[in-house]
């Protein structure tokens, strides 16, 4: 346990973690603030946040504004100028902040921007981005999915996963850990140290990888330098402590490892194996965020969900393949006091009365194209709900058309509590008077009357 967690951590309940989490959010006391004003807004913006993650009604509906580029598109940065020219980025959304951050309680940051160097460095396999696979002009990277495992490496995968990890997979996701094929299992290195076991650091392509890691340790360096030089900010408004992420097991396998053509062949080829890997993929995942060296500051866990999206499959098949896997996972971090905010990409529809198997405040329900006025009836007595403004509509709408639109999910979905408004999704080129009626609907139509 974290010698920053409380003595009695391990006699609290899960409900009295949760607490402890979001309580220590709104201390201030080792936080500094230009202004006693901007202090009060701090605490203000995250009670807000504090009361809807316990579905009770805060003193207005929080907005999670989708700005995503916009900031450098109105300074006219491109994707590809913002990833290999990070203070070109900076400058941008510091002009943007000036301007609009008051406006829009907004405080745009560019940790969003994938450092194009370093992607170089590494010859990463799995993105295209601009420049690299993608004209220049283009607006953003895309995942260029394949079998990074293969079906008969199932066995290898659950017997030993870093083995799997560090001498298969990553070779083949990044370029410059080629070499790393060249070594035996370092389970193989005891205490009798054969010189055979670490010949592979002799050979000049190995050596070559570790000098080229050197230069990948200083180039992300000098962007976290750069980056957090400029400042901190929450696009919320509040500052709900540690965020991190985690994945469904079904997507880590389906998305990372087999691919969809792959991992849809395996439920019903080896349908035995592949539970079987669900479960060392789930155990790898709780571990990795409860053996975090921040986890005493984590407050949030958010996941990008793919493939249990309706029409992916059955329902028999989400029971059987992608839900167990997944459930586990968030029990075992609810047990913690981490709030599971599940992005559910596409639509949820099918899923609605499946997915209520939690205990009230404990994950919060993003969704995308899933029906809101459905999702209020059954799930917004036990959980808060985020969504969910078309990201087509931010993109191409009208704003009255936008302002509407939120007035009818804040009316409807907000009521009681427990509801952020935001886009369904992330939109490239969003239209800044569509993100401005947002607000302006939030600021007209979203205080609860006490």
Known sequence: MPSNLPDNWAQMTPEQKRQYRLNKTLDTSAM???????????????????????????????????????????????????????????????????????????????????????????????????GHGLSETGSSWQYIEGEYMTVDEYDDLIRDPSDFWIRTYLPRAFGILE?????????????????????????????QMLQKMLEVGKEYQRVMQTMMGAG?????????????????????????LRGTTGIMKDMFRCPDKLLKALDVVADITINTILKSPNIANMTIVTYPLHKGADGWMSQKAFDTFYWPSLKKVMDALINEGLIQSMFAEGSFNTRLEYIDQFPKGSVVWYFDRTD?????????????????????????????????????????????????????????????????????AVREYGYYKK
């Not at 070109?88 to 940790?111: D, G, I, V, W």
């Not at 094929?181 to 076991?197: A, G």
């Not at 969504?387 to 087509?392: I, K, L, M, Q, Y």
């Open 32 to 130: 500094k603030f230009p202004s006693p004003e901007a202090e009060k807004a701090y605490k203000t913006r995250t009670q807000r946040m504090v009361d809807v993650y316990n579905v009770r009604e805060p003193d207005r509906v929080p907005v999670n504004l989708p700005v995503g580029n916009l900031p450098l598109r109105m300074a006219g940065v491109n994707s590809h100028s913002a990833m290999y020219d990070y203070e070109k980025a900076l400058e941008a959304t510091r002009k943007f902040n000036e301007k609009y951050s008051q406006e829009l309680e907004y405080t745009a940051m560019p940790f969003f921007i994938t450092p194009g160097k370093i992607l170089d460095l590494l010859d990463y396999k799995l993105y295209a981005w601009p």
């Open 232 to 256: 901190g900010g929450m696009s919320m408004g509040g500052g709900m402590g540690g965020v991190t992420f985690a994945k469904a097991p079904f997507d880590t396998l389906g998305d990372t």
């Open 372 to 440: 809101m006025f459905k999702a209020k009836q059954i799930l917004g007595k036990k959980y808060c709900l985020q969504g969910n403004v078309p990201s087509s509509m931010i993109v191409t709408g009208d704003p009255k058309d936008v302002k509407e639109y939120c007035r009818k999910l804040i009316e409807e979905v907000g009521k009681g509590g427990g509801f952020i408004l935001s886009s369904g999704s992330v939109a490239d080129n969003p239209k800044l008077e569509n993100i401005q009626a947002m607000m302006a």
């Open 179 to 207: 070499p790393m094929r060249l070594f035996q299992p370092f389970t193989n290195i005891t205490e009798n140290v054969h010189v055979m076991q670490f010949m592979p650091l002799a050979m000049p392509q190995v050596q």
